[in-house]
């Protein structure tokens, strides 16, 4: 059900909200999509919900329609009397918040668990994904993230060893979540439509591995990764134990950062610990 609620191009006419390239906005239109985007979560019926950048309200729409009680951090004051209509069509559903979500804790907002659902711009998308995946308390109070990314950054987000893709990103997302590529859209769905394709990634907290401190294992995965072409014998001299540790493990320091398995970061980060 969508009370009383125009057509959003007509929202965005009569609100004068022409895309700012400097807030990174690419709107998404089509409700079907949307309610599609809004079920990767899961059922969100009576659940909390933080949505960061909700522009216009097209995805907070498709939220509250699946029932969800959303709490949304919006940077562009421009959106606020489009978001106010959202709120008044779904009394008591809907708390707009104007601000950088870069410079708001969202534990503050809630008292139990919520899903996070975004469509970020790229550099503001990546840099609260991380912050998201460092907290030192795990599991975390999100129940899971759902993001838009670059389908490029979504690939180096879920990717196995042995590719390309795999790296920092993919060790920090798998090491103690699962990650997935939940679904592709296509950069036509958007107003204006970006140069690159979308995919959005779903991510859940699994248990974190005994023993292993986030901050050793960073360290180990950006020096493996800092020089991956080269031999992790030498990628890891400068981390004080690594190379004895490899030993200790069985892993061959011949082997390049690539080649090692999540676990095997793991590993190494636990003798590190
Ligand atoms: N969610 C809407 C949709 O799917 O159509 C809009 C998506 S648009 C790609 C990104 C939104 O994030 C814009 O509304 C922009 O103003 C907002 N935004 C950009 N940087 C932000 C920040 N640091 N904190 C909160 N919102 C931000």
């Not at 997302?173 to 769905?189: C, D, G, P, T, Y």
């Amino acid at each position: 059900m969508n009370p009383e609620l125009p057509p959003l191009r007509d929202v965005i006419a009569r609100h004068g909200l022409s895309a700012s390239k400097a807030l990174g906005q690419n709107f998404l239109f089509d409700e079907q999509l949307l309610d599609r985007i809004a079920a990767v979560p899961g059922s969100l019926d009576g659940h909390q919900v933080l949505e960061v950048g909700p522009g216009p309200g097209g995805l907070t729409r498709a939220l509250l329609r699946a029932g969800a009680q959303v709490t949304a951090i919006e940077m562009d004051r421009r959106c606020l009397p489009a978001l106010a209509e959202v709120e008044a069509a779904f009394p008591g559903k809907l708390t707009v918040i104007q601000g950088d979500a870069l410079k708001i804790d969202p534990a503050s907002l809630f008292d139990g668990p919520y899903a996070i659902v975004a469509n970020l711009p790229y550099n503001v998308g990546t840099a609260l994904f991380t912050g998201w995946l460092t907290g030192e308390s795990w599991p975390p109070q999100w129940s899971s993230l759902t993001l838009m990314f670059q389908e490029e950054v979504a690939r180096r987000i879920v990717a196995e060893p042995d590719t390309g893709a795999y790296g920092r990103l993919a060790v920090l997302a798998q090491w103690r979540s699962r990650a997935r590529l939940a679904m592709k859209v296509h950069r036509s769905a958007f107003t204006p439509p970006p140069k690159v394709m979308s995919a959005i990634v779903h991510v859940e907290p699994a248990e974190a591995p005994d023993g292993v401190s986030m901050r050793v294992l960073e360290r180990v995965t950006e020096a493996a990764f800092g020089q991956r072409r080269k031999m992790l014998r030498q990628s890891l001299k400068g981390v004080s134990g690594a190379i004895a540790a490899l030993e200790t493990l069985g892993i061959d320091p011949q082997r390049r950062a690539e080649t090692l398995s999540v676990a095997e970061f793991v590993a190494v980060a636990r003798l590190l610990s």
